[in-house]
């Protein structure tokens, strides 16, 4: 069975700075997808950013970006040039490709302060 | 637009009245599935579906079933509701592999 882990429950950072979330993952497979979800006060799940296990090259999406160490299974997150509207909720997500499960982890809430 | 439409929002139930949670997707995806969210613990797959006539069990299973007789449709029951199903509900949608697209959330409160 997989997991995946988010050791940090809480977190903030100042208005245009940089911060790193971190997300561990536990699987067997050779062959998966990892996720980043963002969920703000309004309870809607939203795409941050994919990556698939294959690809040695870490996925970037303007302001986000991913370290992927498949070795060390290790999928953390970095948002640079906080702002107040990424305040939110953010969710590691693993799932195996072609196959019905997907694991999430508990969560680490973001405070981005003005 | 493509959307995954969840119904009701919210609901308020009583301890073993049946109710059933409808989700539909406009993207003809194949893989449908329904997560709860409690506080502290992310997101937990109840069921999944890979395909129509193709449902299987996620990590929570248990107090839920499902039906997938057409593609578009996902709906989730509870037969005897009890209180340790009150939670938020998602239902997703995806290609064979890739992101979930997820409905909006349905909150529900048994009493």
């Known amino acids: 069975a997989q997991t995946v882990t988010q050791s940090q429950p809480e977190m903030s950072v100042q208005e245009a700075e940089t911060v790193t979330l971190s997300c561990t993952y536990d699987?067997?497979?050779?062959?998966?997808?990892l996720f980043w979800y963002k969920q703000p006060p309004s309870r809607q799940m939203i795409l941050v950013i994919r990556?698939?296990?294959?690809?040695?090259q870490n996925a970037t999406e303007n302001r986000f970006s991913v370290n992927f160490q498949k070795a060390a299974k290790s999928f953390s997150l970095k948002i640079s040039d906080s702002q107040l509207g990424d305040t939110a909720m953010y969710f590691c997500?693993?799932?195996?490709?072609?196959?019905?499960?997907?694991?999430f982890g508990d969560g680490t809430t973001l405070t981005v302060k003005p | 637009e493509a959307q995954v439409t969840q119904n009701p929002r919210y609901l308020i139930t009583v301890t073993g009245k049946k109710l059933t949670v409808t989700c539909s997707q406009n993207m003809n995806h194949e893989y449908m599935s329904w997560y709860r969210q409690d506080p502290g613990l992310g997101l937990r797959q109840i069921y999944y579906s890979m395909n129509v006539e193709v449902t299987d069990k996620g990590d929570v299973p248990e107090g839920y079933k499902v039906s997938r007789k057409e593609k578009r449709n996902f709906p989730l029951i509870l037969e005897s509701p009890s209180p340790n199903q009150t939670s938020l509900y998602f239902c997703?949608?995806?290609?064979?592999?890739?992101?979930?697209?997820f409905g909006e959330g349905s909150r529900l409160t048994v009493l």
């Open positions: 990556q698939e296990a294959y690809k040695q």
């Open positions: 699987t067997s497979e050779s062959n998966y997808y």
């Open positions: 997703a949608s995806r290609w064979t592999a890739g992101e979930l697209f």
């Open positions: 997500a693993f799932s195996n490709t072609n196959a019905g499960k997907s694991t």
